[in-house]
């Protein structure tokens, strides 16, 4: 079948003529004048792509957006404005958009991103998706049979009976802290009102409250003439999930805890109190309690965000897990490249158990993704298409023995810590993301450190 695509858009002379594109093209269009409309034919059709116009008349293409994440599938969802400023270019993205397209809208501009979303033209997309209640709740991809996702699915379920009680989920990087998150909202009264999800740790401390609470008209340079909502606004109804709490700053930590407290918010610039009815998830890979002692962190706002905590053991203390997390993926990874893959042969499941998973479920999937691009699509997936080490074991063994031991000049806290900085970033390779996580920090701690040691 040729691939759907759904053209939203109020001005009905542009909707028809990008229909009228489309069709030209090959593709199977579909129109809608309003965001309801589209939402509508969405669910009934299951589109391969939403071209969503940022204008529509009774709804943002952002809150469509948000709507259209939680289909399954979701469509590869493009946004078309009339000027992609970069304050509605960084909101689209973080809301999962594709890309942002800016009015006039060129042929080749649109050939170019519908090739990109689409996996292979002219041929739709396979939507066979691996469904075993037993091993996943239906909200989402929340897989394992081990003791320890099973008391966090117990916890979602707790939590998403309550209309508001907050959440903080605990865990190592990779681990799929957001995945319980949004099984939270899933599960909850609030899951046909938007999921948000904002990463604390990606923006500076400004960006990041305007983000959150939005800002008035004239509080920024270059700023909408209008203002702007923030996505406290965006999760209205639904959950606004805070990624990486922990490196929050004292000023937010503060602001954020009157949220919670009060159920009320300011824009930026503002002096008008904005209620907010969101559910508040948050999630750090950081010791909080820790942080709390050190005076990093308010105790009163760990208190209020740690009604209820939900530990995601590292997947190396669940090996059960590896073989349904990697079939999940297999499956999944299978119909989005149009391969039929029957599983993995003998060797390469032993392999996926033997390994250690230091990035957790995040490198087990890209390591599956791999392996099912690389593998024929008529035929089990063999070890060699892994691209695993051999023996990770020995190879663990005979690295650290490579390694020599840590020479140190200055002996100060700031020249050991110089000097670790700098062997790790040796020892990657000088890939900063690497570094961040075998230090075990964040990228943002990290680049501040660097420039930190740079200037001193």
């Known amino acids: 079948m040729a691939p759907h695509v759904l053209v939203a858009d ?5 909707r028809s003529e990008l229909v009228a594109r489309l069709r030209r093209a090959g593709f199977t269009a579909l129109e809608a004048a309003s965001g309801d409309e589209a939402l509508a034919l969405a669910r009934a ?35 078309v404005a009339d000027e992609a400023d970069a304050a509605t270019a960084l909101g689209a993205l973080r809301r999962g958009a594709a890309d942002l397209l800016e009015r006039p809208l060129s042929e080749g501009r649109l050939r170019e991103a519908l090739d990109r979303v689409l996996p292979s033209r002219g041929v739709r997309r396979e939507r066979d998706h691996l469904r075993d209640e037993v091993l996943r709740l239906r909200s989402g991809p929340v897989v394992g049979r081990s003791p320890g996702v099973r008391l966090v699915l117990e916890h979602v379920e707790r939590v998403a009976r309550t209309p508001r009680t907050t959440a903080l989920v605990l865990g190592e990087s990779g681990v799929g802290k957001e995945l319980v998150a949004r099984a939270i909202h899933e599960r909850s009264d609030r899951r046909d009102a938007p999921f948000v999800a904002v990463n604390c740790a990606a923006l500076s401390d400004s960006l990041l409250e305007a983000e959150l609470f939005g800002y008035e008209p004239g509080a920024f340079t270059g700023g909408a003439p209008k203002g702007r909502d923030g996505l406290v606004a965006a999760a209205e109804g639904g959950t606004l999930f805070l990624d990486e709490i922990g490196e929050l700053a004292p000023a937010l930590q503060a602001k954020l805890l009157r949220v919670l407290q009060e159920r009320a918010y300011r824009r930026v610039g503002g002096t008008r109190d904005r209620a907010m009815d969101a559910r508040v998830v948050a999630s750090t890979n950081r010791d909080l309690g820790a942080r709390v002692a050190q005076g990093d962190f308010r105790a009163d706002l760990y208190y209020r965000l740690n009604v209820l905590t939900l530990v995601v053991p590292p997947l190396r203390e669940r090996p059960e897990d590896v073989g349904p997390l990697a079939d999940h993926f297999l499956a999944s990874f299978a119909g989005e490249f149009g391969k039929e893959l029957p599983g993995f042969a003998a060797a390469a499941r032993a392999r996926l158990e033997a390994h250690a998973w230091p990035g957790n479920v995040r490198e087990l999937r890209n390591t599956v993704e791999r392996a099912a691009l690389l593998a024929p699509g008529d035929a089990p997936v063999e070890e060699e298409h892994l691209a695993l080490p051999a023996s990770p074991d ?3 063994g005979e690295a650290a023995a490579a390694i020599p031991p ?51």
């Open 406 to 456: 840590l020479e140190v000049d200055d002996l100060s806290l700031r020249g050991v810590e110089r000097a670790l900085i700098r062997r790790v970033l040796h020892e990657a390779g000088g890939n900063r993301s690497r570094a961040a996580r075998i230090l075990g920090v964040n990228r943002t701690t990290l680049y501040n450190k660097l420039r930190a040691l740079e200037t001193a």
């Open 10 to 14: 109020g001005r009905a002379p542009a």
């Open 394 to 396: 020995a190879t663990d």
């Open 45 to 79: 059709e299951r589109p391969d792509v939403a071209l969503l116009a940022t204008d529509l008349p009774d709804r943002s293409g952002l809150d469509v957006l948000n709507h259209l994440a939680r289909l399954d599938p979701a469509p590869a969802v493009l946004l």
